[in-house]
């Protein structure tokens, strides 16, 4: 087997070929970020137009993470938010995602309406969509954070452990490649409801989440990380416990 490309020019041109055609899915983040949005869009959704097409064509050098929400869009000018449901099926790995930046996009949804929309993005078997689902939807968390905290709270007892994670994921208080959220960075206790049902989670992508949650907050209190993990401890015997709680205090011990 031939070792992960490291770099995009290390792609072979036949398999950057697939990514851009949306007949592959991306199978690591190098290849997330190679993908030629302008193509792929001409080849899934054509019908968006010429000036779209040179509008994506045009910011190819920028980050990942501004052409994302633009060719979200860009297609929702053109097709409107019915269009979601047609790229959620799509093998494309970013096409998808850019139907978790519509769903971010909408503005007519309430939060509960929005949450119900990531949730399959949310559960989607692909890395890369499950970051563009919590990433197109953390600004309406933000916003309206008491509700995001009951609403996601929720999802800590489903069966997947990709939706488990969304729910620490979606509202660590700095996060990677996002603002930070600054009242969950003053107060990291609003979040408990989400955190105490994950603290011995069994899986190793949810305790990576939340480890890394209160590695977050610890930046800006220490001593409540210290506090509850020494709680946590005390109350559970767990392995899952001890090493959710060694990734939260890496940074201060």
């Not at 979200?72 to 995602?97: C, E, F, K, Y």
């Not at 208080?173 to 011995?200: D, F, Q, Y």
Request: charged share 25%.
């Amino acid at each position: 087997m031939s070792p992960a490309p490291r770099r995009v020019q290390d792609i072979h041109p036949k398999r950057l070929a697939l990514l851009n055609a949306g007949k592959a899915e991306a199978s690591t983040l190098t290849e997330c970020l190679a993908v030629d949005f302008a193509t792929l869009m001409r080849s899934a959704v054509p019908e968006v137009g010429e000036d779209a097409l040179s509008a994506i064509g045009a910011i190819a050098g920028s980050g990942i993470s501004k052409r994302m929400a633009l060719a979200a869009g860009l297609i929702r000018d053109q097709l409107g938010d019915g269009a979601v449901t047609r790229l959620r099926q799509h093998r494309s790995d970013a096409i998808r995602g850019w139907a978790c930046f519509m769903v971010g996009a909408n503005a007519a949804l309430t939060l509960a309406e929005r949450l119900a929309a990531i949730r399959p993005f949310a559960d989607d078997p692909h890395f890369g969509v499950r970051e563009w689902a919590w990433m197109a939807v953390r600004p309406h968390l933000a916003a309206d954070l008491r509700m995001a905290v009951a609403l996601l709270a929720d999802w800590t007892g489903t069966s997947s452990d990709r939706l488990r994670r969304f729910a620490s994921e979606a509202t660590r208080p700095r996060g990677v490649w996002c603002s930070h959220i600054p009242t969950l960075k003053r107060n990291p206790e609003m979040a408990l409801t989400i955190l105490e049902p994950l603290n011995a989670d069994p899986s190793l992508y949810v305790q990576d989440s939340v480890g890394n949650w209160l590695n977050d907050a610890a930046k800006d209190r220490p001593d409540w990380v210290r506090d509850l993990c020494a709680s946590w401890q005390r109350d559970r015997d767990s392995a899952a416990t001890t090493r959710i709680c060694k990734r939260a205090l890496r940074s201060i011990d």
